[in-house]
């Protein structure tokens, strides 16, 4: 009998969305071993729960439409509770960033942290690694992940005008995969305030 691999998260949008934040959905999953994506159509809240909780998902990734763009990211728990809610500045396809990188990551490496980065950044970092079920580690740049494996590694800086960084890297030959995103701001579950 063939193992099957259970998603951690599910990967949509919300019910009114563009092809760019279908693109961007896309390129979510392909980077990110152990998702899932699906199209939401006319699904409510409840029917969006119901599906976590039969696909026995950790959460479900909701992104939502700004003028077009990918505006939101919301993690949400199978019981329908906002456990996280980034606003986003910008997003970056992977056409965008590299034209001819167009594969599924099949493995991530872990979360890498660059050195000297503000407790917003690693707050983050941490809520990934923590839904992803994956390692977190500091490093000076990129390149010190390398391996000799075609991996991901989900990557988180601070960026100008207390912004974070959020991309991801191929640990074999260090060039950026994307998406690209610089998220505004991050509440988490229970906080009246923003980061």
Not at 143 to 167: G, Q
């Amino acid at each position: 009998m063939s193992r099957i691999d259970l998603p951690r998260i599910l990967i949509t949008t919300s019910r009114r969305t563009s092809n760019r934040v279908r693109t961007f959905a896309r390129d979510l999953s392909s980077v990110l071993p152990g998702t899932e994506r699906f199209n939401r159509g006319g699904m409510g809240l409840t029917e969006l729960t119901s599906r976590i909780r039969q696909s026995n998902a950790q959460a479900a990734l909701i992104i939502s439409i700004w003028r077009g763009n990918p505006g939101e990211l919301t993690v949400l728990s199978p019981q329908g509770d906002e456990i996280l809610k980034l606003r986003l500045e910008s997003a970056l396809l992977r056409r965008e960033i590299d034209p001819s990188n167009k594969g599924r990551v099949g493995t991530i490496e872990g979360v890498g942290v660059k050195s000297g980065s503000s407790e917003r950044v690693w707050n983050l970092a941490r809520d990934f690694a923590t839904l992803l079920s994956l390692n977190i580690k500091e490093y000076s740049d990129p390149s010190e992940s390398r391996t000799e494996k075609n991996r991901a590694l989900l990557w988180f800086e601070d960026a100008p005008t207390e912004k974070i960084l959020w991309t991801q890297y191929n640990t074999k030959d260090l060039s950026e995969i994307g998406p690209r995103i610089r998220v505004s701001s991050v509440r988490r579950l229970g906080e009246n305030e923003s980061e």
